[in-house]
């Protein structure tokens, strides 16, 4: 966290709670980095990486050649590919860069220099402005990024916030990019500008930070739904009678055969003449297994008596009705197995009870 020599004069209070001195100071200190720390990663989408080195120098500006106007940009050091970049400084965002210039400068008219450690270069970088530094004893120090996680998750902490589980939220620097992009996007950027503010590679990579469900998905199955329904017959749409509505209830009665259920949708008749061990619509009931077992045992039979009197058409469709209870069994059998009841080891009521409920036997109620 950041250092307690931040400032030279403190300024402690008594917390009413726990009766324990509290550092306002320094408390003060951790909120507006906090705050510094999320507004710049929300505002620019940069990693956390590109946050450490920005400095006073990054703030450049442009001129429009048409109307002459200067445009504030914010230019960000490369830190995962050599092409460095060029973003536009929202007012929101100027407000924040100019509230750390001014913490940091004080009184003085130009940001102390510091030199910060580069941890994947394994090297010391020149002494610079940086933007993100803090006093440490007698001299100015970079806040590391180190720093600046321990500040997020402090400030996620403090929160209180939870998911849908009712766990406690977890923030990284990098989720603060994937809502960037995804609010850039929502609100009218074109996906290639989007990777170029984001400085990735291939749009791919842009559209994988995209954190909500395409809209325009949702906007043309709708459409679609819209020109379907207008090429249907507008009687398909009023509401049923009740002649109509005690039909479509009845096929879900019809639907219960001996062997189990059948699937067939609404409105169609039975393809295969209620031979329903043939049919891949039917869902066996495993408590009719014995039947389907009849069944097979009766056809087995029937080949055999079939081939014995020289009746070679009928084997042929025996066959294939030998070939369906045999698929119809198997299903049967995979269906019990999902069904198969696993002891998870849970302690009975009376087990409970006993090691929690202390009973008083009345002399009255004791065997004689």
């Keep these: 966290m950041l250092s307690k020599?931040?400032?030279?004069?403190?300024?402690?209070?008594?917390?009413p709670g726990t009766g324990k001195r509290r550092d306002l100071t320094l408390e003060e200190h951790r909120a507006f980095w906090s705050w510094a720390a999320v507004e710049v990663l929300r505002h620019t989408g940069i990693r956390i990486e590109e946050l450490a080195e920005l400095s006073h120098h990054s703030l450049v500006q442009y001129r429009l050649p048409t109307t002459g106007e200067l445009v504030p940009l914010l230019q960000i050091a490369p830190s995962k590919t050599d092409a460095e970049r060029l973003l536009v400084i929202s007012p929101e965002l100027a407000d924040v860069l100019s509230a750390i210039i001014s913490r940091v400068r004080g009184s003085r008219p130009m940001l102390p220099l510091v030199?910060?450690?580069?941890?994947?270069?394994r090297v010391w970088n020149p002494p610079m402005p940086l933007l993100f530094q803090q006093r440490h004893g007698i001299e100015n120090r970079p806040i590391t990024i180190h720093t600046v996680r321990a500040l997020l998750n402090a400030t996620l902490a403090a929160t209180g916030l939870t998911d849908?589980?009712?766990?406690?939220?977890?923030?990284?620097?990098?989720?603060?990019?994937r809502i960037f992009i995804t609010d850039a996007i929502l609100n009218g950027m074109p996906p290639h500008i989007a990777q170029l503010v984001a400085g990735h590679k291939a749009i791919t990579t842009t559209m994988g930070y995209k954190a909500v469900y395409p809209e325009e998905v949702i906007n043309g199955h709708r459409a679609f739904?819209?020109?379907?329904?207008?090429t249907r017959p507008g009687?398909?749409?009023?509401?049923?009678?009740?002649?109509?509505?005690d039909d479509f209830l009845g096929h879900f009665e019809r639907r219960k055969v001996a062997h189990g259920t059948c699937g067939r949708a609404f409105g169609t008749t039975c393809i295969h003449e209620h031979a329903c061990v043939r049919c891949a619509l039917l869902r066996p009931d495993p408590a009719q297994r014995h039947r389907l077992a009849e069944v097979r045992d009766n056809?087995?039979?029937?080949?055999?008596?079939?081939?014995?009197e020289g009746?070679?058409?009928?084997?042929?469709?025996?066959?294939?009705?030998?070939?369906?209870a045999e698929q119809k069994l198997a299903q049967v059998e995979q269906i019990a197995t999902q069904r198969t009841r696993i002891d998870l080891g849970m302690p009975g009521f009376s087990r409970i009870a006993g090691r929690h409920v202390t009973t008083t036997r009345h002399p009255t109620n004791e065997p004689s």
Excluded: C, M, Q
Excluded at 5 to 15: G, L, M, Q, R, S
Excluded at 299 to 308: F, G, S, Y
Excluded at 311 to 324: D, F, M, N, T
């Design 5 to 15: 020599h931040t400032h030279a004069a403190k300024t402690w209070a008594e917390d």
């Design 115 to 121: 030199v910060s450690y580069d941890i994947h270069e």
């Design 164 to 177: 849908g589980s009712n766990r406690p939220l977890n923030y990284t620097p990098h989720d603060f990019r």
């Design 225 to 230: 739904i819209a020109r379907r329904r207008a």
């Design 235 to 245: 009687e398909e749409y009023r509401t049923p009678t009740d002649e109509e509505w």
């Design 299 to 308: 056809l087995l039979a029937r080949i055999a008596e079939a081939e014995r």
């Design 311 to 324: 009746w070679r058409g009928e084997v042929e469709g025996l066959r294939v009705s030998l070939a369906g």
